[in-house]
T-cell receptor
Framework: GESVGLHLPTLSVQEGDNSIINCAYSNSASDYFIWYKQESGKGPQFIIDIRSNMDKRQGQRVTVLLNKTVKHLSLQIAATQPGDSAVYFC?????????????FGKGTRLSVIA | DSGVTQTPKHLITATGQRVTLRCSPRSGDLSVYWYQQSLDQGLQFLIQ???????AKGNILERFSAQQFPDLHSELNLSSLELGDSALYFCASSVEAGNEKLFFGSGTQLSVL
């Protein structure tokens, strides 16, 4: 089975507020994590990634936090906009695993209320 | 636009039939991955090719097969189709063989009737 999961399947946020999407992983050997955004009818789109030698990484309006102690990953979206409405997936990869591909969580749907 | 091209966008077929899905990776990418996305299973890894060779295998059924050609495009063949094979099939590509971000195509929606 998958080792990546999500705390919340759906999240509704008021436009302008910050969003936090959470993800738990169970494989302590995982050392590379990615967040993807999938809009309706489209393929997953890369948002941001982080390697296990970091705790935090920031992009444009997005921040990923990694807590290796509790095997937890989160995606923070600042000033959420209607265009942020989508399903968000976390994915993990195991360093030097050779043949292990990205493993995806089941996704969280973010709905932005205007 | 991710640079990954998948055809066709939609495919409707009957049970027992065989279909071929096609993927062209981003220019310069050597790895191609196939994922299946259904409502109840999320994104499931099927198979990966790197520079023409099979690199990793996931939960791919024996009725399914894939290959990567010398020009690096890939095809996923689905045979003896069943109703449960109806899903979105995504192709993704990456520069190297793993531990890096993948770029996804827009998918092929397969409907088996």
């Amino acid at each position: 089975g998958e080792s990546v999961g999500l705390h919340l399947p759906t999240l509704s946020v008021q436009e302008g507020d910050n969003s936090i999407i959470n993800c738990a992983y169970s494989n302590s050997a995982s050392d590379y994590f990615i967040w993807y955004k999938q809009e309706s009818g489209k393929g997953p789109q890369f948002i941001i990634d982080i390697r296990s030698n970091m705790d935090k990484r920031q992009g444009q309006r997005v921040t990923v936090l990694l807590n290796k102690t509790v095997k937890h990953l989160s995606l923070q979206i600042a000033a959420t906009q209607p265009g942020d409405s989508a399903v968000y997936f976390c994915a993990e990869n195991i360093k030097n695993s050779g043949n292990t591909p990205l493993v995806f969580g089941k996704g969280t749907r973010l709905s932005v209320i205007a | 636009d991710s640079g990954v091209t998948q055809t066709p966008k939609h495919l409707i077929t009957a049970t027992g039939q065989r279909v071929t899905l096609r993927c062209s990776p981003r220019s310069g990418d050597l790895s191609v991955y196939w994922y299946q996305q259904s409502l109840d299973q999320g994104l499931q890894f099927l198979i990966q090719y790197y520079n023409g060779e099979e690199r990793a295998k996931g939960n791919i059924l024996e009725r399914f097969s894939a290959q990567q050609f010398p020009d690096l495009h890939s095809e996923l063949n689905l045979s003896s189709l069943e109703l449960g094979d109806s899903a979105l099939y995504f192709c993704a590509s990456s520069v190297e063989a793993g531990n890096e971000k993948l770029f996804f195509g827009s998918g092929t929606q397969l409907s088996v009737l």
